[in-house]
């Protein structure tokens, strides 16, 4: 069993930032790519960003400049620095994990979601 545990949301005001973490747990063999999604009032759930296990990151265009991924694979977390955030910024957030159980068994986990509203 895998479990991936999100923390950091909250509430907070235009302009303002917010640190997400994501920690991965259980039977856990490597983790491989991590990432966050988000789900929001108007859209689908869409990528935020991204990051391989040696720290290559990508991110949506909404969020370039203004959001950074990080992780730390000694704790099999990652996380999420969002700075100036906007009222459209507002949804659950997601983890997302790439991670091996066994030699040859990868999966994608996802965490239960952390709401992050914004307030104008």
């Known amino acids: 069993q895998v479990q991936l545990v999100e923390s950091g949301g909250g509430l907070v005001q235009a302009g303002g930032s917010l640190r997400l973490s994501c920690a991965a747990s259980?039977?856990?063999?490597?983790?491989?790519?991590m990432g966050w999604s988000r789900q929001t009032p108007a859209k689908q759930r869409e990528l935020v960003a991204a990051?391989?296990?040696?720290?290559?990151?990508i991110y949506a265009d909404s969020v370039m400049g203004r959001f950074t991924i990080s992780r730390d694979n000694a704790k099999n977390t990652v996380y999420l620095q969002m700075n100036s955030l906007k009222p459209e910024d507002t949804g659950v957030y997601y983890c997302k994990g790439a991670i091996a159980t066994g030699q040859n068994d990868e999966g994608d986990y996802w965490g239960s979601g952390t709401q992050v509203t914004v307030s104008s």
């Open positions: 990051i391989t296990s040696d720290g290559s990151s």
């Open positions: 259980g039977s856990i063999f490597s983790v491989n790519d």
